[in-house]
């Protein structure tokens, strides 16, 4: 069963804000929202992930709702190279018996 | 950041032969590696967890005799498709994980496997 809800895809021009959304109606308290993604035949790139607070380091910003079950993935200033999937996952905490489960993602275009 | 190398990065076989596929940490030691595959237009699914020195833990549906998984070091851990068919054709994507990082999984580039 999907975890994570997200639009499938989104648009975004050039030197604009994306904001991606993602629903975690059922996200147990121990675990956490992560968000990676994966440019065309790549493999991912983990982008930034959150428990509680909101979270900003030098790719985005992570909003996560006060009752946890919806955050929001922002990319304050999207290039055309943040075209890619970007998945919002949430898991278990961290170390090495935590998995990632895949969704379908959001597929996020930027245009010029 | 932590890299993760896979080599070969596309391999092409012929039915029924075998293909070893490599996953490197090259900048750290990486007691737990993951196998992912994806299908074109499909997302990443989790094949199966290696643990340096112990078996690998496989996924339900993931035949563990098809795929072999091998992590004899804390650097290197091997994929094996056995007797390869054309719907063994996939991206395979391996992960590591860094315990000085443990919320975040390093992926390695892919490998693309064409069976013919």
């Known amino acids: 069963d999907a975890k994570t809800t997200q639009p499938t895809s989104m648009d975004c021009a050039e030197g604009r804000a994306a904001n991606l959304p993602c629903n975690h109606s059922?996200?147990?308290?121990?675990?956490?929202v992560y968000w990676y993604r994966q440019i065309h035949s790549q493999g991912p790139q983990y982008i930034i992930h959150?428990?509680?607070n909101n979270e900003t380091n030098e790719m985005a910003s992570l909003i996560i709702t006060e009752d946890r079950k919806s955050s929001t993935l922002i990319l304050p200033h999207a290039t055309l190279r943040d075209t890619a999937v970007y998945y919002c996952?949430?898991?278990?905490?961290?170390?090495?018996?935590?998995?990632?489960?895949f969704g379908k993602g959001t597929l996020l275009t930027v245009n010029p | 950041g932590a890299v993760v190398s896979q080599h070969p990065s596309w391999v092409i076989c012929k039915s029924g032969t075998s293909v070893k596929i490599e996953c490197r940490s090259l900048?750290?030691?990486?007691?737990?590696m993951f196998w992912y595959r994806q299908f074109p237009k499909q997302s990443l699914m989790l094949m199966a967890t290696?643990?340096?020195?112990?078996?690998?833990?496989?996924e339900q549906g993931v035949e563990k005799d098809k795929f072999l998984i091998n992590h004899a070091s804390l650097t290197l851990s091997t994929l094996t498709v056995t007797s390869a068919h054309p719907e063994d054709s996939s991206f395979y994507i391996c992960?590591?994980?860094?315990?000085?990082?443990?919320?975040?999984?390093?992926f390695g580039p892919g490998t693309r496997l064409t069976v013919t």
């Open positions: 992960s590591a994980f860094f315990s000085g990082s443990p919320y975040e999984q390093y």
């Open positions: 059922t996200i147990s308290g121990n675990e956490y």
């Open positions: 959150g428990l509680k």
């Open positions: 996952i949430v898991s278990d905490s961290g170390g090495s018996n935590y998995k990632l489960t």
């Open positions: 900048d750290f030691q990486a007691t737990t």
């Open positions: 290696s643990n340096e020195g112990s078996k690998a833990t496989y």
